[in-house]
């Protein structure tokens, strides 16, 4: 089976950085999509970054472009996501997440990914 687990969640402030750790475990990971979605409360679930294991297709959601950056260490099966310039719009309890379907293609769409780890809480102060 495959495990998820997140870490490096927490408290900022505006303006502020966060690193994101997902610690894969499980099954091979190599043609696969490996991502963040996050959701926030009363909302839908939001894609954030995904790129493919092999490390090369990267994709972001347009309100997180140019302020985080997804990122992989092969050797540590573990996926980054970097966050700066965070704002308080980006509160969310934000969850790493496997492609559903092996290959070349990285979705954007959250319901194309179908492991999830328990998620990290990220809150952004005003």
């Known amino acids: 089976q495959v495990q998820l687990v997140e870490s490096g969640g927490g408290l900022v402030q505006a303006g502020g950085s966060l690193r994101l750790s997902c610690a894969a475990s499980?099954?091979?990971?190599?043609?696969?999509?490996m991502g963040w979605l996050r959701q926030a409360p009363g909302k839908e679930r939001e894609f954030v970054a995904a790129?493919?294991?092999?490390?090369?297709?990267?994709k972001y959601a347009d309100s997180v472009k140019g302020r985080f950056t997804i990122s992989r260490d092969g050797a540590k099966n573990t996926v980054y996501l970097q966050m700066g310039s965070l704002r308080p719009g980006d509160t969310a309890v934000y969850y790493c997440v496997r492609a559903a379907v092996p290959g070349p293609h990285v979705p954007s769409n959250p319901y194309d990914y179908d492991y999830w780890g328990q998620g990290t809480q990220v809150t952004v102060s005003s």
């Open positions: 499980g099954r091979t990971f190599n043609s696969y999509a």
């Open positions: 790129m493919h294991w092999s490390g090369g297709s990267t």
